[in-house]
């Protein structure tokens, strides 16, 4: 296992992991696209995103984001 920044061309393998484990968080039924997760993470405001990669699948996320009060 590894762990990365995400990059574009993690897009599609974290929608699988997305739509495979949205059912766990409380999620809704909308599948998510590679552009879906792409535009979502240019736009989350996060100042880092990690993934956790076994092969080419993602197994983990992490969005660091700053607390505003």
Same mark, same amino acid.
């Given at each position: 296992?590894?762990?990365?920044?995400?990059?574009?061309?993690?897009? &599609?393998?974290?929608?699988?992991?997305? !739509?495979? /484990?949205?059912?766990?968080?409380?999620?809704? @039924? $909308? #599948?998510?696209?590679?552009?879906?997760?792409? &535009?979502?993470?240019?736009?989350?405001? !996060?100042? /880092?995103?990690?993934?956790?990669?076994?092969? @080419? $699948? #993602?197994?983990?996320?992490?969005?660091?984001?700053?607390?505003?009060?």
């Amino acid at each position: 296992m590894k762990i990365v920044d995400y990059e574009k061309k993690y897009a &599609k393998a974290t929608a699988k992991m997305w !739509n495979e /484990s949205r059912e766990n968080f409380g999620g809704d @039924d $909308k #599948v998510e696209s590679a552009e879906d997760r792409d &535009k979502d993470e240019r736009n989350s405001g !996060n100042l /880092s995103t990690m993934l956790a990669l076994q092969e @080419d $699948k #993602v197994v983990g996320y992490c969005g660091l984001a700053e607390f505003k009060t």
